[in-house]
DNA sequence: AAAGAATGCGACTAATTATTCGCGTTTGTC
DNA sequence: GACAAACGCGAATAATTAGTCGCATTCTTT
């Protein structure tokens, strides 16, 4: 277990080479694969390299031919849905800021209907996330993200109201990013019917959270 | 590392014995403390044995004297917060319920209040209930707890409103129980003022989120 | 088809860490 | 103060797993 890469495990999660051939393009992906259906059937726990490998119709040594370290397959899997979020958010600052309480409501709408397709298209790699906040060396790269999702969430909370004072902005920008992600992974549990229940309880309590400082009328 | 108990760990955390004689119940206090500061300063990671005999002035051997495996030392630290919560919740069912809007919306302020006091009076464990929900092995225990919160959330919205479908009261004490657990984690990691601030976001948040089901006037 | 590059393999290494066990020490009891 | 029970110790055990390395196989190119 050379296990002391986890402090410069940062550098270390680009991938070691890229496939030169067809077949081993296919294998990264087969790795990839066969990294989130145990991801998904294991729970919490990470599955291990071992299983993976075995999953994959591979040996150990050839996951590290295209992975640096395990970390960075989970990381893979879940790069695209951190990344989207602060897409998602930034596309919303880029339009003309509402004038009355109603073309609010539609913002609030707007941004919520579109974080929220975020989770209905990346339903399957909810157990990496989870997985990824439940590994110590993993979490401090979510929380690179979290932290740029909340600076963009209260930026667009300051595009709505320009007087919002920045403080109040964070603090109502980790609560939205917080209460959307409790709920929605409760709602991606139940069925789709559940699902869009919980979305208009979130949109309800999304509401109620930030109307109180959003002074337009 | 012997670690097949995991299956038969539930049996197994019960305290190894008694202690009795004086010196050892001090002892025990030792290990509980050591393992709480651990926890906190080395946020998610839950410490080894070895580091927590050594801060407690111990050997490991001696840990194995009053708990049956480590498990069961983080286990007893959370358990008062554990089982505080069915207990404030519970009390709250037992008094009559609110007749109109007014009484209703004091009611949800005392819930409210009930559960937050649980969460300042814990606050320095708080890193130990994120330990526990990020290990496999305690994950279920939590979630055990969980169901039993949710079910009384539940139950005291019946309370509130008796002709409230099962169904929606138990979606409803989902949310109630998750994001009153993620806001007020974010909560207590600020100072006092904000605490409070987020305090009152839960509130209105909890109050958006189940007026809706509550035809009361 | 032969050379050389890329890929694949899996036994092995090594780090980590939970738990045990036999023995020495302290404490309580008479 | 002697005896047993309780307590404390920590080296040894053993389970688990991440990552390596030299050799084997397959592909690409000419």
């Not at 291990?48 to 994959?56: K, P």
């Not at 897409?87 to 009355?100: G, L, S, Y």
Request: with cysteine.
């Amino acid at each position: 277990m050379k296990r002391n890469l986890s402090r410069e495990t940062r550098m270390a999660l680009e991938p070691r080479k890229q496939p030169r051939q067809e077949r081993s393009s296919k294998v990264v992906d087969r790795i990839l694969d066969a990294a989130l259906i145990l991801t998904r059937e294991q729970g919490t726990k990470t599955p291990t390299t071992l299983a993976i490998a075995r999953r994959a119709g591979l040996s150990v040594g050839s996951l590290y031919q295209y992975f640096p370290n395990k970390e960075a397959i989970l990381l893979d899997l879940a790069r695209r849905w951190l990344s989207s979020f602060p897409e998602v958010i930034a596309r919303r600052i880029k339009v003309a800021p509402p004038t009355n309480r109603d073309e609010f409501r539609q913002e609030v709408r707007k941004l919520f209907i579109d974080t929220s397709r975020i989770y209905l298209e990346n339903a399957n790699l909810m157990p990496v996330i989870e997985a990824i906040s439940g590994n110590a060396d993993l979490r401090p790269i979510q929380d690179e993200y979290d932290e740029q999702i909340i600076a963009l969430y209260a930026a667009w909370l300051q595009h709505v109201n320009p007087a919002l004072e920045d403080k109040i902005a964070s603090r109502l920008g980790v609560l939205m990013m917080d209460v959307g992600h409790a709920c929605r992974l409760v709602g991606l549990k139940r069925d789709r019917k559940t699902y869009d229940l919980i979305e208009d309880d979130v949109e309800r309590m999304w509401l109620a959270l930030v109307t109180p400082y959003l002074d337009l009328d």
